[in-house]
């Protein structure tokens, strides 16, 4: 099965052209990751995908037309964790996570006993027990990084969109996050689209890696394809080293 389906995608921002004809497939269960210089339109792209921006017919997800799923319909089937999502001041980890059951909770505000146990899932899943009355301010980016997963998964999608999920962290908990999103996508069979800036990490878990430069792809394939000398010298102002077979 097919999970996002991206055809000739073109997206203008105030008058200027970010994506110009991006087509992108990802296969149910695959884990791909958006990789690029800084404006290559990487997050534009998730937007796009996520319906956080207008696509037009060109994003289709699980075989429908995005612009054709009402949002709460949309909320269960694509849940998206931002680069810096923002921390409401004063909101506790539980109400913060509880929020991502937002698309079945009618009337807003009445919660269910099923959606607090479905939060309460989440929560021990990602070992965020002890901090479900914390407040988000005060947890360290390694914690709060968590509990934006928690919030995402507690939405019940089955395509998780994440932008740079590791750009806030620190090596160690990079690897402990991406290693947490592996777990959760096998054990819930969960599609995975990602971006990432940092290239050092970029192909330890994706299967496939999508190369983005101008609002374009330039490559896609397996990391080892992708990660080459060559491509990155081309595609990256700065100096980009990689060490082969590190990947
Ligand atoms: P990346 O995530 O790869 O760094 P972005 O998708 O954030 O790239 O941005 C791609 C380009 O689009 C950048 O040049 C950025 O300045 C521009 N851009 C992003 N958002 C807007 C906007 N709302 N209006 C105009 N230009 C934008
Ligand atoms: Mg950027
Ligand atoms: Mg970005």
């Known amino acids: 099965a097919v999970a996002v389906e991206v055809r000739d995608l073109h997206v203008t921002l105030d008058r200027v052209p970010i994506l110009t004809g991006v087509d992108l497939t990802v296969a149910a269960g695959e884990w791909v990751t958006v990789i690029?210089?800084?404006?290559?339109?990487?997050?534009?792209?998730?937007?796009?995908?996520?319906?956080?921006?207008?696509?037009?017919?060109?994003?289709?997800?699980?075989?429908?037309?995005?612009?054709?799923?009402?949002?709460r319909q949309r909320a269960r089937v694509v849940a998206t964790v931002a680069q810096s999502p923002a921390v409401p001041a004063g909101m506790s980890v539980l109400d913060y996570v509880l929020l991502g059951r937002t698309p079945y909770i009618a009337p807003l505000g009445r919660e269910s006993a099923a959606d607090l146990g479905a939060v309460h899932d989440v929560l021990a899943r990602l070992d965020l027990d002890a901090?479900?009355?914390?407040?988000?301010a005060t947890l360290s980016g390694g914690e709060r990084q968590r509990v934006f997963l928690a919030r995402a998964?507690?939405?019940?999608?089955?395509l998780l969109l994440l932008d740079e999920p590791t750009s806030a962290l620190d090596i160690g908990h990079q690897q402990e996050v991406l290693e947490l999103v592996d777990q959760l996508r096998r054990e819930h069979g969960l599609t995975v689209l990602a971006t990432m800036h940092d290239l050092s990490i970029a192909g330890e878990y994706a299967d496939r890696?999508?190369?983005?430069?101008?609002?374009?792809?330039?490559?896609?394939?397996?990391?080892?394809?992708?990660?080459?000398?060559?491509?990155?010298?081309?595609?990256?102002?700065?100096?980009?080293r990689v060490v082969p077979g590190e990947h």
């Open 209 to 240: 890696l999508v190369l983005l430069d101008a609002g374009r792809v330039v490559a896609a394939g397996p990391p080892d394809e992708v990660l080459t000398e060559e491509l990155l010298a081309r595609h990256y102002r700065a100096n980009v």
């Open 36 to 71: 690029g210089p800084n404006g290559a339109g990487k997050s534009t792209l998730l937007r796009a995908v996520g319906g956080l921006l207008p696509a037009g017919p060109a994003v289709t997800l699980f075989g429908t037309p995005i612009r054709a799923l009402k949002p």
């Open 131 to 136: 901090f479900r009355s914390r407040e988000l």
């Open 153 to 158: 998964l507690a939405q019940g999608a089955t």
